[in-house]
């Protein structure tokens, strides 16, 4: 069982920048592949970005291509996500999620374990 916690969420002005964190309470947190997962209200959660167990591949998706950065530290049972250039459309709950495994999981139905989620609201 992996319980994940994450914090850092908040109100900030567009153009703004947030680090979200998630921290794991599990000994073997280098065996899982950790992701990040987002819900606006009246949607669907979706993809956000993942991160392979070494930190050796990452992936994101379009729309925060080249603003966000996942980033793991396997040491501290950690992994974060730097949001940059923030956007009104950013604004959702945000959720950190692991999976067990080498690969990068970019599919919300290969996650096992997710954390309770942090609110991020980005006024414009």
């Known amino acids: 069982q992996v319980q994940l916690v994450e914090s850092g969420g908040g109100l900030v002005q567009a153009g703004g920048s947030l680090t979200l964190s998630c921290s794991a309470s599990v000994q073997t947190f280098s065996l899982y592949g950790m992701g990040w997962f987002r819900q606006a209200p009246g949607k669907e959660r979706e993809f956000v970005a993942a991160?392979?167990?070494?930190?050796?591949?990452?992936q994101y998706v379009a729309s925060v291509q080249g603003r966000f950065i996942i980033f793991r530290d396997n040491d501290k049972n950690t992994v974060h996500l730097q949001m940059n250039s923030l956007k009104p459309e950013d604004t959702a709950d945000y959720y950190c999620a692991a999976a067990p495994g080498s690969k990068l999981f970019v599919d919300v139905t290969e996650y096992w374990f997710w954390g309770q989620g942090t609110q991020v609201t980005v006024s414009s």
């Open positions: 991160i392979t167990w070494d930190s050796g591949r990452a």
